[in-house]
Each structure stands twice: as C-alpha cells, then as structure tokens.
C-alpha cells in the first residue's frame, strides 16, 4: 500500500516539475463552480477557491485589515472580508502566514464562503487566504472532514467535498497544527475537523482518491468552545414548547417555538414589531431568500440552504459575516410565513434572552 501511494506521489512531482510554468498560471485543484452555477440538487460546496492578485487592502480606523480588494483574469474582481477567523497559509512552507506582510500585487489563492452579495465588487467571507505558491508542488486547499475511516494498516481515509474525494493520511503525512506548537496526530483528525492539506495527483475515479503530503489543522471554534468549563445547566423548555415573547417591552399578539434548543420566532411579525424591514424573493440564483434589515445591516436567509449571514450596509464600510449556526435552520411553513432562530436579531443590535419560556428581544 504505502510503495503505491509513493508511487504516485514520486509521478506527480515529476508531472509538477516538467509544467511549473502551468501550475504558475492554473492551480493543481480546479475551483469549485460559483453557487449559481450548480444544480439545486447538488449541496453547497464547503468553500470555493478563487485566485487573483491584491489590489488594495481595506483597513479600519484602528489599523486592521478588513478586507481585500482582489482582481483575477478568470473570476474577475472581488472583496473578500476577513474576520479573526481568517486563517493565513504560507504554502512554500507549510505554516502559518504574517498578514502584515501581504502586499499589494501579490498573488495568493483565497477559500471562501460559497455565498456571495450582489454588489459590485461581490463580496464573501474569506476562510482562508494562501500565499508563497510554488510552482513545483501542489497548492494547500481547504477541506472539512466529512467522516474519517480507519484502515487496517494504520492510516486513515478522509471523505471531503460533498463525498467527491477521498483523502488518505499515513506514516508519510507530515502533521502539524496551525499554531505551530500543538502537537497533533492522525487521531485529531475527525468528522468536522478543518484542515488545510497539501496533495499532488489525484486519481481519475469517484469519489477522487489522493494522498496527503501534509495536512494542517486549522483551529475549530466549535471543537474548544466544547472543551472549554461549561457553566451550571440552565432547565430549558422542553421541545415543541411554546414561548411567550416580549418585544422592546411589549407583548405581541404571537407566540414562538421552541425547536431543536433553539428559540424559532415568525421573522415578518417580530420584525415588524421591532421597526425592521423584511423582504422575500422566492426565485435568486441561491434559492428563496428573506432579508430581515435595518439601515445599517441586512441578515440573509437562505432558506433553500439553511443558511444565515449577515452584511453591512454603512456607506464606505465593509464586513460580511461567515454563516451562522444557531441549531435549527431557518425554514417557511405555508401558505407563506417563515419561521428563524430568534438569535438573527443579535445581528441588527438586540439582545435576545430566554427566560424559562418566555422570550425577551430588547
């Protein structure tokens, strides 16, 4: 198994190395489709993987890079919005990169969100942005484990891409964490772990099978909040429990529900009652979507996706933020009213609070 797998290995940076003009101007891994451009059947891609040049880099009063301006001949121009989840890929070296030390003019590979506003540049949240390509190996790509299989010989197979690849890690994987200090293994590596990993040749089969060269795990906010001392258990409402609500101290003619833990409101009324806007568009190249917004902030929700995110609308500002999970997806019960986590309200400045099972929004 393992002189196979080297094999391939060996042939791929043979292949590398006779076309690293090609790989200069084309990334070993074809970018995954725009969201538009997949069938509705098809899930969304974890991210997609776009390639240009900074043109600007966008910073904030204090100094902080919140953005960059990109330009690609093949994508075009975008703004990817960084956030402290942001992670930054030196690819030649296999660690962590210095976003201070981004130029304008460089050339890098940004992983980011699949959903993207309609303005002009689009705009999407950046999750990963690689730099110091060689033209000799293959790029670091952003992947989630999907589900991760042990083998009798000691590695492990890890499904990625909505099932369409298949990634195996072995005695050979060179391992680290993305602080550089976390000691790791082939046993962190599990289903929901994001990583960034360094492949060459893929084989032409389905799913794509390929061996990793390296893989680094990235940090997982979801993974240390669990490890973190959880307080003392608050009793919560039993599932399917009404919620009474309060509204900017008043109380509405409405109930809520209480699903899956998570506080779940009709958004038309509540917004309504809470001074904010609410439209739906049933037919946008993302599926049916309702945007709850005031002047300065819009929270898109995708329903046909199960998706939440949040854009800025300040004039001259810029901030996106990456999807937010709430436990229960936003979703519409005819003949037409839509049903979302209380918490979206967070987005637009107010506090949400469960008491018991009545719901407070202030």
Aim: aromatic share 8%; net charge negative; with cysteine.
């Amino acid at each position: 198994m393992n002189k196979k797998w080297t094999a391939w290995i060996l042939s791929g940076a043979m292949i590398c190395a006779m076309s690293a003009q090609a790989l200069a101007a084309e990334p070993a891994i074809q970018p995954m489709p725009p969201v538009s451009e997949q069938s509705e059947a098809e899930p969304l891609p974890h991210s997609v993987l776009y390639y240009g040049k900074v043109t600007a880099i966008n910073r904030n009063e204090a100094g902080e890079m919140t953005s960059l301006e990109l330009e690609s001949e093949r994508y075009g121009a975008y703004r990817m919005n960084l956030s402290a989840d942001t992670v930054w890929i030196d690819s030649g070296e296999r660690t962590a990169s210095d976003p201070a030390t981004l130029k304008e003019g460089e050339g890098i590979y940004v992983f980011h969100s699949p959903l993207s506003t309609h303005s002009l540049p689009p705009q999407s949240q950046a999750y990963a942005v690689v730099r110091n390509i060689p033209q000799d190996a293959g790029c670091a790509m952003y992947q989630v484990a999907e589900s991760v299989s042990q083998r009798e010989d000691g590695s492990v197979a890890i499904l990625t891409d909505n099932g369409g690849l298949i990634i195996t890690a072995g005695e050979e994987t060179g391992l680290s964490a993305y602080d550089g200090e976390t000691a790791v293994t082939l046993d962190d590596i599990q289903e929901g772990t994001v990583f960034m990993v360094w492949y060459n040749v893929v084989l032409e089969s389905y799913p794509g099978q390929t061996y990793a060269n390296h893989i680094m795990i990235l940090p997982n906010e979801d993974a240390s909040q669990e490890e973190e001392e959880q307080p003392e258990q608050v009793e919560q409402p039993q599932e399917g429990s009404q919620l009474t609500m309060e509204l900017d101290g008043k109380v509405p003619n409405m109930v809520g529900r209480y699903e899956n833990g998570t506080a779940m409101v009709p958004v038309a009324a509540v917004a309504k009652d809470l001074g904010f806007q609410v439209t739906y568009q049933p037919e946008t190249d993302q599926g049916t979507l309702v945007t709850v917004e005031s002047d300065t902030f819009a929270v898109h929700l995708y329903i046909d996706k199960g998706l939440v995110y949040g854009v800025t609308k300040i004039e001259g500002a810029v901030g996106m933020t990456g999807p937010q999970d709430y436990g229960k997806a936003p979703y519409i019960v005819a003949p037409g009213t839509t049903w979302a986590p209380a918490e979206i309200f967070q987005m637009l400045g107010k506090t949400v609070t469960l008491e018991g099972t009545n719901l407070v929004v202030e």
